[in-house]
């Protein structure tokens, strides 16, 4: 098993910037990929940025692209996004996600079937 904890939201201005983190324990050894969703309020989950840890390759959608960068930290067992030039519509609650089976695909990181741990959540408010 794998535990996620996401942690950096908050309250931002727009055009402001955040870095969220997420930290792995457990099996950790056992993560292949791993990536960010969010869900604002009355909307479904969405994909945010996905690492593809085998090729090496980031997938983004096009909404935060250009504005939010995800890496990881092996050492540390932590994950994290950044994000800049926030707008209002990035509001929602963030999650990340690892998996532990090998997606070839990159562009498959966007499937939220794919992951297998998820975080419990950390809310993002960017106000105009």
């Known amino acids: 098993q794998v535990q996620l904890v996401e942690s950096g939201g908050g309250l931002v201005q727009a055009g402001g910037s955040l870095r969220l983190s997420c930290t792995a324990s457990?099996?950790?050894?056992?993560?292949?990929?791993n990536g960010w969703f969010r869900q604002a309020p009355g909307k479904e989950r969405e994909f945010v940025a996905g690492?593809?840890?085998?090729?090496?390759?980031?997938y983004y959608a096009d909404s935060v692209k250009g504005r939010f960068t995800i890496s990881s930290d092996s050492a540390k067992n932590t994950d994290y996004l950044q994000m800049i030039s926030l707008e209002p519509e990035d509001t929602a609650v963030y999650y990340c996600?690892?998996?532990?089976?090998?997606?070839?695909?990159?562009?498959?990181?966007?499937?939220?079937?794919?992951?297998?741990?998820w975080g419990q959540g950390t809310q993002v408010t960017v106000s105009s």
């Open positions: 457990g099996r950790t050894f056992s993560r292949y990929h």
């Open positions: 690492f593809h840890w085998s090729s090496g390759t980031t």
């Open positions: 996600a690892t998996s532990t089976a090998l997606i070839e695909n990159p562009r498959a990181l966007a499937q939220s079937s794919n992951y297998d741990y």
